[in-house]
C-alpha cells in the first residue's frame, strides 16, 4: 500500500517536473535561437572548416555580448537580438566529414533532434547540395556562405540563400580590372589563363574565358594541368615563349608553390599575375614563396584594413582565438552567420516562414558588413546580387587590398616584380 | 525449430523497429543499415563465401548509384527505375574484369580490384556526361512517388528491408546449392577442388557477377536516398573499405554475418560523429577505428561467428544415455 503511494507520488511529482521542464524550456527556447552549422571537421577539408567555426564562434560572440566599438555591423552594439527580446544565439555544431551523406544525415539530425532554427553550411558544393536537400524538405531556412557551384541555385529552392560571389562575379572583377589597366595605358593585348584540371580550376577558367570574350578582351593562351603535378618547367617554358601580358592561374597551394619557384628558377615575369583565390590565399603560399612572388594580385572579399577598423578588430578577435589572420573562406563562413542571424532578428521570431520572409527582404549595407560586399539582397533564386570582390596584392610579407581604389589600403604596384 | 522461431522473432524486431523509434533520426539510422546490409551481403558472395576479397567493390556500388542519376539527367527517369540498367553494367564489367583478375590469387586479387576501381573513379571525374567531378544530382523535388524522394525515413526503410530479404534469400539458397559448395571448396583449398573435378574459374566468375548485381542495387538505393553521387562518394576507395569491414566484423561467410556487422558499425559511425563530431577534434574516426582494431585483434572471424560458438560450446553435447536410448 505505501509503495503503491509512494510510487503514486513519486509518478506525479515526476510528471510535475516534466511539465514545469517543458514549461521552462518553452520559455527558455524565446530566449535562445539555435543555429545548425554542417562544416567538414574531419576529412581533407578539415583545416577550412575549423576556420570556418572559429569564425562563426566570434561572430556568436559579437551578436551576444555588446560590442558598440564594432560600428555598423549587424548585431554588434547590443547584447543578443534586440528584437527577441535579447535572445542569445547558440550555434550547433556538426561534421560533413567531407561526405554528401554525413552532410545530409547531420542536417537532418540539427533539424530534427536538436530543432534548429536555420542551417548553414557546407563548404565543399557536393555537400550543401544534399544538405540543403533535407533543409528544404523539412522547410527550414538554409544558407550557404562559400559554395559557387553554379547548379545549387538552379533547383528552385524556396528555402536556399548564399551570401558568396559565384564565379561570374570573380570573373567580372577580373575583365573590370583588367579594363581599367588598359584604359590607363597598361599593355592588355595578351591574357593567359593557368588552371588545374577539375572541377574548381576548369569551371573558373571557363567562365574567366566568356567573361573576356564579351569585354573584348583576348584570350591567347590556356594551360590546364593536373594540380598533383610535380614539375611544371614545359608549362612556365611555354608562357614564356608566348610571353602573354598578363597571366591568370587557378591553381590549389601546392602547384601554386611550384610554379612561383619555377618562374624564378627560369627566370620569368609576367607584367600582371593574377592567382585566383585557393592557392595564392593559403596561409603556406605566403610563407613559403610570398618573398618571391611580390606583386601577385590575388582576389578576395575579406581585408583587415586599417589599424582600428572594424575589420581590424574583428581579425584580432579571431586571431585571438586561433593564432593566426582571418582568410577569405572564414570571413565568408562569418557574413553568412551574420546575414542568416541578422533576417532572424528582424523576423522577430524563430517561425521558420517569418524567417524566410526576413531573408527575401535582407538589405544589407557595406558598412553593416565584414565582408568586402557591395551588400546582401537575394534574387529570387537565393544568389546574392551584390556579392562582389576586392583585388589584394602581395606587397612585403603580407596581402594589402589595391583594387578598387574606395576600399584599397595601398597602393597598387605595377608591373609584377617577382623576387 | 528453434532456430526458425529465432528467426522469427528478430524478423518481427526489425519490422516493428522504426514504429517504436519514431525519432526521423533513429528511422533514418535503421535505414541505413539495412542499406548498407545490402552491400555487404552482397560483397560477402564473393569475400565471404567464394574467400575472394574484393577491395574494387566500389565499382559496382558507383554503376548502380551512376545509373540511376545519369538516367535521371539525361532521360528524366526515375532513379529507381535503372536499377536493371545499373545491374546489367555491373555484371557485365565484372565479366570484364573477373576474367583476367580472379585467376590471381589472395592479395593479388585485391590490389586488380583496387586498381580497377581507382581507374573508374579516375575516368568518371573526367567524364562530362557523368558530371564530371562536379556529380550528378537526383529529382530536387519529387516529381511523382516514384522517384521515391520521401521526408519520412519509413519507406525507405521498408524498401531497404524487402531488398535485403531478397539478398538474403538468394544468399541462402545459394547456400545450400551446388554452386555454393564448390564456392566453399575452392575458399577452402581451390586445388584440391579442381582436382575433384569443379571448375573454380568458373564459379568463382558467377559468385563475382551475382555479387556486382547485388552491389550495384545497393548503389541504386543510396542514390536515389540521398538525390546525389559524386566520384569520391560514389567510387571512392572507402567506400569499398566499409562495405568489407562491415561484412568482416559481423563474420564474412555467414549469412547474417554482414548485418551484424551493418548493425554495430553504422550506428557507431552516425552516433560517434552526433557526440564527437561538432567539436571539430576528429575524434570520431578514432574512436571508430579503435573498435575496429579491437575486433580485428580478439575476433578476426566475427562477432556472429564468435557468438555462434559460444552457443554450441553452452549447449550440452549428447550425453552417451541419450545416444544409447535413441539406440
Known amino acids: ?419 | 525449430m528453434k532456430r526458425s522461431v529465432w528467426l522469427l522473432l528478430i524478423l518481427a524486431l526489425v519490422i516493428v523497429y522504426p514504429l517504436l523509434f519514431t525519432t526521423p533520426f533513429l528511422q533514418r539510422l535503421g535505414a541505413l543499415v539495412l542499406l548498407y546490409a545490402i552491400a555487404a551481403s552482397a560483397w560477402n558472395i564473393v569475400g565471404g563465401y567464394a574467400g575472394q576479397v574484393s577491395v574494387g567493390h566500389v565499382v559496382f556500388f558507383g554503376c548502380g548509384a551512376y545509373a540511376s542519376m545519369a538516367f535521371f539527367t539525361h532521360f528524366g527517369w526515375p532513379p529507381i527505375a535503372a536499377v536493371p540498367v545499373g545491374m546489367a553494367a555491373s555484371v557485365g564489367i565484372a565479366a570484364l574484369i573477373g576474367v583476367p583478375t580472379l585467376r590471381l590469387s589472395g592479395h593479388y586479387f585485391s590490389m586488380a580490384t583496387i586498381a580497377v576501381a581507382e581507374l573508374a573513379r579516375l575516368i568518371v571525374t573526367n567524364v562530362e556526361a557523368l558530371g564530371a567531378a562536379v556529380g550528378l544530382s537526383g529529382p530536387v523535388m519529387p516529381r511523382t512517388v516514384f522517384d521515391l524522394s520521401f521526408t519520412s525515413a519509413l519507406p525507405y526503410y521498408y524498401l531497404f528491408l524487402a531488398v535485403l530479404l531478397v539478398v538474403l534469400g538468394l544468399t541462402y539458397w545459394m547456400e545450400n546449392s551446388r554452386i555454393g559448395f564448390y564456392l566453399r571448396a575452392i575458399k577452402d583449398n581451390e586445388r584440391a577442388a579442381r582436382s575433384l573435378g569443379v571448375q573454380a574459374g568458373r564459379y568463382k566468375l558467377y559468385a563475382y557477377m551475382i555479387s556486382a548485381g547485388l552491389t550495384s542495387v545497393a548503389g541504386t538505393l543510396y542514390a536515389t536516398m540521398y538525390g546525389f553521387i559524386d566520384p569520391e562518394s560514389g567510387l571512392g576507395i572507402l567506400t569499398s573499405v566499409k562495405i568489407l569491414i562491415m561484412a568482416a566484423l559481423g563474420g564474412a561467410g555467414l549469412l547474417f554475418g554482414p548485418l551484424v556487422g551493418a548493425a554495430i558499425l553504422v550506428p557507431l559511425e552516425e552516433i560517434s560523429n552526433n557526440l564527437l563530431g561538432g567539436k571539430g577534434a576528429g575524434l570520431t574516426f578514432v574512436v571508430y577505428g579503435a573498435i575496429i582494431m579491437i575486433i580485428a585483434r580478439f575476433y578476426p572471424s566475427g562477432l556472429l561467428k564468435l557468438l555462434l560458438d559460444r552457443m554450441a560450446a553452452a549447449k550440452p553435447a549428447p550425453s552417451d544415455k541419450q545416444v544409447r536410448d535413441v539406440a
Not at chain 1, 15 to 35: P, S
Not at chain 1, 155 to 163: A, D, E, L, Y
Open chain 1, 1 to 419: 500500500m505505501f509503495k503503491t503511494i509512494g510510487l503514486m507520488k513519486g509518478t506525479a511529482l515526476a510528471g510535475a517536473a516534466l511539465v514545469l521542464g517543458l514549461g521552462l524550456t518553452g520559455a527558455f527556447a524565446q530566449n535562445t535561437v539555435k543555429i545548425g552549422a554542417v562544416y567538414p571537421l574531419s576529412g581533407n577539408a578539415a583545416s577550412a572548416g575549423a576556420s570556418a567555426k572559429a569564425a562563426i564562434e566570434v561572430a556568436v560572440d559579437v551578436i551576444n555580448n555588446a560590442h558598440p566599438e564594432l560600428g555598423d555591423l549587424t548585431l554588434a552594439k547590443d547584447a543578443g537580438l534586440p528584437n527577441l527580446n535579447g535572445a542569445k544565439v547558440e550555434v550547433v555544431f556538426a561534421d560533413n566529414q567531407g561526405t554528401p551523406a554525413a552532410g545530409q544525415n547531420q542536417t537532418l539530425r540539427l533539424i530534427t533532434e536538436e530543432k534548429v532554427h536555420a542551417v548553414l553550411g557546407s563548404y565543399q558544393s557536393g555537400i550543401t547540395l544534399t544538405a540543403s536537400a533535407i533543409a528544404e524538405k523539412y522547410g527550414i531556412p538554409f544558407l550557404s556562405p562559400e559554395s559557387v557551384a553554379a547548379n545549387l541555385t538552379e533547383r528552385g529552392f524556396k528555402w536556399f540563400f548564399r551570401t558568396t560571389p559565384i564565379a561570374s562575379d570573380i570573373a567580372k572583377i577580373y575583365m573590370e580590372f583588367l579594363k581599367e589597366m588598359k584604359a590607363n595605358g597598361t599593355k592588355v593585348d595578351q591574357i593567359a589563363i593557368v588552371n588545374e584540371n577539375t572541377e574548381y580550376g576548369t569551371s573558373i577558367a571557363k567562365v574567366i574565358r566568356e567573361a573576356a570574350q564579351a569585354n573584348g578582351l583576348n584570350i591567347g593562351l590556356e594551360i590546364p594541368y593536373s594540380a598533383n603535378t610535380t614539375d611544371v618547367q614545359s608549362q612556365v617554358l611555354q608562357l614564356k615563349d608566348k610571353n602573354p601580358d598578363c597571366i591568370i592561374f587557378v591553381s590549389y597551394t601546392s602547384d601554386a608553390i611550384l610554379y612561383m619557384k619555377t618562374m624564378q628558377a627560369l627566370g620569368y615575369k609576367p607584367p600582371i599575375l593574377i592567382g585566383d583565390n585557393s592557392g595564392f590565399s593559403d596561409a603556406a603560399f605566403l610563407k613559403s614563396v610570398g618573398s618571391i612572388a611580390q606583386g601577385a594580385i590575388n582576389r578576395s572579399a575579406w581585408s583587415a584594413g586599417k589599424p582600428g577598423s572594424v575589420t581590424d578588430r574583428l581579425n584580432e578577435m579571431y586571431k585571438k582565438k586561433t593564432g593566426y589572420d582571418l582568410d577569405d573562406s572564414a570571413g565568408r563562413a562569418m557574413q553568412g552567420f551574420f546575414t542568416m542571424v541578422d533576417a532572424i532578428n528582424r523576423a522577430g521570431s524563430t517561425d521558420p516562414n517569418k524567417i524566410l520572409t526576413a531573408l527575401k527582404a535582407t538589405d544589407l549595407k557595406p558598412n553593416q558588413l565584414m565582408m568586402g560586399y557591395r551588400g546582401v539582397k537575394f534574387d529570387e533564386k537565393g544568389n546574392n546580387i551584390l556579392a562582389s570582390a576586392l583585388l589584394i596584392q602581395i606587397q612585403g610579407s603580407d596581402y594589402v587590398a589595391v583594387w578598387p581604389k574606395d576600399s584599397a589600403t595601398a597602393p597598387l604596384q605595377m608591373p609584377y616584380k617577382g623576387w
